[in-house]
Structures are given as structure tokens and as C-alpha cells.
């Protein structure tokens, strides 16, 4: 288990990142965000050495994660530390983080925590899993108190939005493909599709530049 005040100069870092598909960019936890507590993070390091980056697309409450998994067996291999911006990111099943910080093979870096130990990194995990209980809980109870008082939830013009939104997102993805598509055939990974998208001045269907999740997207839509 990793001890803050051990921490040794050029000690190897992989990194990990995770977006829901569902929630990107909510509550700081967008890939922009992630990429900007892992830069600061390792600013105050002494020469550390990012040896991996690893990033998901999925929930923290999915415990099947195979980025999560080879992030895991790199550091195995190599005596790096696994590097996140915070404790959620890893994983929101406290039992998942409790076993990897008794893993001997393991040590947990928190960007949002940078001087937390095995025993703090689990106990705020154990806090912010007793907190979402709580939000859970409250919100639903709220939501009872007013549907009994004859509040109606949903707007009826959501679906149409929704459908409309899929249909450009299609429609980008498919002008974009010539370009995806062969780099992925050649075995580029996401992220350097992304680099070479944006190298090029190309912008997303919203206007923004690429990274990897909007990648993945482009390609998971031209294969749906």
C-alpha cells in the first residue's frame, strides 16, 4: 500500500480516466476536467514518468471494465502507481476499493486527494458511497411528496428532441468516417484519432474538439 511520505523521485504513474456516456462533463468529471487534476497532480510530483493512460467510457457501477482491468495489470507489471482524478473514477463499489488497496501490487494516486493514504483513499470512498445513498434516498421521497400533490415529471417534446439530436449525430458521424475509419483500421488508438482530427481543424457536431470518447462514438454509431 502506497505511503505518501514515500513517494520517490521519477516514480512511474498510470493513468486512468472514466466518463460515463450518460454524464459527461457533470459534477467536474468530464474528460477535460480528469485530464486538468492529473496534469496538476503530477506538476507536484518530482519528475514523475507517466508510463500508461488508460480511458473508459462506461458507469463506475459497472464492475466489467476491461481499460480499468489493463490499467490494473500495467501496473502490475511495471510497479507504477494507478493515477486518477478522484476516488470515483476507479470505481463507486466500495468492496472493488477496499481490495485494491490491500492489494500489494497496487498503489492508488488520487489527483483530488494528493495526500491521501490506502486507509484515507478507502474511507472517502466509503463517504461519497453513504452520501450518493443519501441524495438517492431524498430525491425519491421528494419525488413522492409532489407526485402526490399532482405534479406530472417528463416533458412529452424530450423524445422528439432526442430523436432529432441522434439523427445529426448520425449524420456527422457519417461524414467523419472516411477519416476515422482508416486510422482505426491502421491500429491507431483513440486518442491519437482524436489528435489527428483536430490537427486537421475539424470540429465535432457541437462545435468542439475531439477526444477519444467522441471518437468511440463516432465509431460505435457507424457499427449500431
Not at 18 to 26: A, D, E, I, L, P
Not at 105 to 128: C, E, G, M, T, Y
Request: aromatic fraction near 6%.
Amino acid at each position: 500500500m502506497v505511503d505518501v511520505k514515500t513517494i520517490k523521485k521519477g516514480t512511474k504513474f498510470v493513468e486512468y480516466l472514466r466518463v460515463s456516456t450518460h454524464k459527461q462533463g457533470r459534477n467536474g468529471n468530464g474528460m477535460e476536467a480528469q485530464d486538468r487534476d492529473l496534469s496538476i497532480f503530477l506538476c507536484s510530483q518530482d519528475a514523475p514518468e507517466v508510463v500508461g493512460r488508460y480511458i473508459e467510457v462506461d458507469s463506475g457501477a459497472n464492475a466489467n471494465r476491461p481499460e480499468l482491468d489493463r490499467a490494473l495489470r500495467h501496473c502490475r507489471r511495471t510497479g507504477a502507481h494507478l493515477l486518477a482524478s478522484h476516488v470515483d473514477r476507479i470505481s463507486r463499489d466500495v468492496e472493488f476499493i477496499a481490495k485494491l488497496v490491500k492489494d500489494p501490487k497496487i498503489n492508488i494516486r488520487v489527483a483530488n486527494l494528493p495526500n491521501a493514504d490506502s486507509f484515507q483513499i478507502h474511507l472517502f470512498s466509503a463517504l461519497a458511497f453513504a452520501e450518493r445513498e443519501f441524495i438517492s434516498r431524498r430525491t425519491k421521497a421528494s419525488m413522492a411528496v409532489a407526485k402526490s400533490r399532482g405534479v406530472k415529471f417528463g416533458n412529452p417534446m424530450i423524445g422528439e428532441m432526442n430523436k432529432n439530436r441522434k439523427n445529426a449525430s448520425r449524420t456527422h458521424a457519417s461524414t467523419i468516417a472516411p477519416i476515422v475509419l482508416p486510422l482505426r483500421e491502421e491500429g491507431m488508438t483513440l486518442q491519437q484519432i482524436a489528435d489527428t482530427l483536430n490537427s486537421m481543424g475539424l470540429k465535432t457536431a457541437n462545435g468542439c474538439w475531439y477526444y477519444p470518447i467522441q471518437v468511440k462514438r463516432i465509431i460505435d454509431r457507424l457499427s449500431s
